[in-house]
């Protein structure tokens, strides 16, 4: 016979593993390991493609200032190559995780090579994916329309040159990037003494300085029309013209509006990765709004997901900007550093604890629990089916979904016991 | 039955109701903390009721609300699954009820419990309370 454990296991034996893994390697996931690693934690980085940086080293400048982005990154991706703390794996993917935070084992594909780790907390940062749509067909000069990002890429050749007619387009979207992204372009546009024509259903403005960039490029002489479902593209041997109707004007000043212009750009529809669903199904954590990792959940903090120990930085929860990101970042490197440190004999204390000897095994509560905090333990000693599950001190949330389930009431909540409810009831009709 | 006063139980989800009920102090009304609705179990609501209480109400949060995701849910399960229990046993299911409050809106708390109360006024004692 193996040798039994005891039931529940000694405080000494719930160990944080000083070690975080960070799933994606662009500006989220290095910003995360960076903080992680700023922190003291060893930090192992796994990125799907051959290359560290993803979307936004793609940028060509931000809207606060000239900052290259991609120059930005190289120096953050060579001082993490340099840290010793950091290990960082391309070609690499998320296979398999199995326990609770503070020892997760993880299984990652290394190059094609599988590998176990011991790791204390996971930072998902996945990001996005875009998909752009033409806005007409086109026979010939395909090339003036343009998405945000391949306008993005090839910036400053376009922006040369004479006084050209841009039209940036920003059509509805759940997220302010788009129009915070036509606002800098245009800026830079008038200063190199183009035509800008913005085209928009609403105007989000909500970022820190965006208003007043907003109210800047409008007094340099930049034409914003709001609407853009009535546009018309007319063509005509590579030539392209743009026909609309001020949808705000009254109807007798109304006038058809014709604008002749040599680019056309238009706004992506940003969606969640394509590993997104897979990712959720092997953390098992619930997807938000959109299939994004964000939970729509206003008691738990943004970064924060359904289990302890894995947070979401990035585009991968929600599109946002590059020093949004960084916050969160520092958010969730806060958060795992808050629960490295935590008192774990005390919240064993007020965890509710499995009755060895009435457990069944039946997982009800494992299924039930809304924070999938539960783990497996086999071999106990005096269990009834040789082992039970374990509510794990620091993932669980002490809801007492479990305990309300369970249908041989072996799980007692301390605080809440029969006991404890019956001497509240006590006080019933004002008897004391 | 003028003189009738009942006894009402409110078991108040901590994150919610119960914030409220703190708040509001009824005569005859007994809030009882619980952690989420989720953790409510028949064994208590009859508990409550064989301890004497004529009417028990479940105060959990707004729906898509909860902290913990479906314990909401769960509670309004549970009480209309009681709800059938004590019909069969021949009590007036009115005298159970369920209702999401939010932290903030102490009015509503008031208005669900005062009419909780009426209720409970004209339906008289419990039914199946028994004479010692």
Not at chain 1, 291 to 313: A, K, L, W
Request: with cysteine.
């Amino acid at each position: 016979m193996n040798a039994q454990r005891k039931y529940p296991p000694a405080p000494e034996e719930m160990t944080f593993e000083p070690k975080v893994l960070v799933v994606g390697g662009g500006a989220s996931g290095i910003l995360s390991a960076e903080k992680a690693a700023e922190l003291g934690l060893s930090v192992v980085l796994i990125e799907k493609t051959e290359e560290l940086g993803g979307k936004a080293a793609q940028l060509s400048f931000l809207y606060q200032s000239n900052l290259s982005p991609s120059q930005w990154l190289k120096d953050k991706i060579s001082s993490l190559e340099k840290n010793n703390k950091v290990t960082i794996y391309t070609n690499s993917q998320l296979e398999k995780v199995n326990g609770q935070v503070g020892n997760f084992k993880v299984t990652l594909n290394i190059e094609g090579k599988k590998e176990e780790m011991d790791i204390g907390a996971i930072i998902m940062a996945t990001g996005m994916d875009l998909s752009s749509k033409m806005p007409a067909q086109v026979e010939k000069g395909a090339g003036s329309f343009l998405s945000q990002m391949e306008f993005e890429k090839q910036f400053t050749q376009l922006a040369s040159g004479d006084s050209k007619t841009f039209v940036l387009v920003v059509k509805e979207d759940d997220f302010l990037i788009g129009c915070i992204n036509a606002l800098k372009y245009s800026k830079k546009l008038k200063e190199a003494n183009h035509n800008v024509y913005v085209f928009f259903d609403e105007m989000k403005v909500s970022e820190e300085g965006t208003e007043k960039l907003y109210h800047q490029v409008r007094e340099e002489g930049v034409t914003f029309i709001r609407g853009t479902n009535n546009l018309k593209i007319g063509q005509e041997e590579g030539k392209f013209s743009l026909t609309t109707i001020d949808p705000q004007l009254p109807v007798k000043l109304a006038k058809e509006l014709v604008i002749n212009f040599d680019y056309y750009i238009f706004n992506e529809d940003l969606l969640p990765g394509a590993d997104t669903g897979k990712l959720a199904e092997i953390l098992r954590v619930n997807l938000g709004p959109g299939g994004f990792f964000q939970e729509d959940n206003y008691h738990t903090e943004p970064v924060y997901s359904n289990r302890q120990g894995i947070y979401f930085v990035g585009a991968c929860r929600m599109p946002d900007l590059l020093h949004n990101v960084q916050e969160q970042a520092g958010a969730a490197v806060n958060s795992i550093y808050q629960l490295s440190v935590a008192d774990v004999k005390e919240l064993m204390e007020k965890t509710p604890l499995i009755d060895v000897i009435k457990c069944a095994y039946c997982l009800t509560c494992y299924r039930s629990c809304p924070w999938n905090a539960i783990d497996l333990l086999y071999e106990i000693e005096g269990a009834a089916w040789d082992g039970a599950p374990y509510l794990h001190p620091l993932a669980c949330q002490k809801c007492g979904c479990c305990v309300a389930e369970c249908p041989n009431r072996a799980i007692s909540f301390p605080g809440y016991t029969d006991e404890d409810m019956q001497k509240e009831f006590k006080k019933i009709g004002g008897k004391v | 039955m003028a003189d009738f006063n009942p006894s009402l139980v409110t078991l108040c989800c901590e994150n919610s109701a119960f914030l409220v009920a703190e708040e509001e102090n009824l005569p005859g009304v007994t809030p009882v903390k619980i952690p989420c609705g989720g953790q409510v179990e028949h064994y208590h609501i009859l508990n409550a009721f064989d301890q004497g209480a004529d009417g028990v109400m479940v105060l959990a949060c707004l729906k898509e609300n909860c902290k913990h995701f479906w314990g909401n849910d769960r509670a309004e399960k549970k009480v209309n699954y009681v709800k059938g229990m004590l019909e069969n046993i021949g009590i007036n299911a009115e005298r159970l009820a369920y209702s999401p409050v939010a932290a903030n809106n102490e009015y509503k708390y008031g208005e669900l419990v005062k009419e909780m109360y009426d209720k409970l006024k004209e339906m008289g004692p419990m039914e199946g309370k028994v004479k010692k």
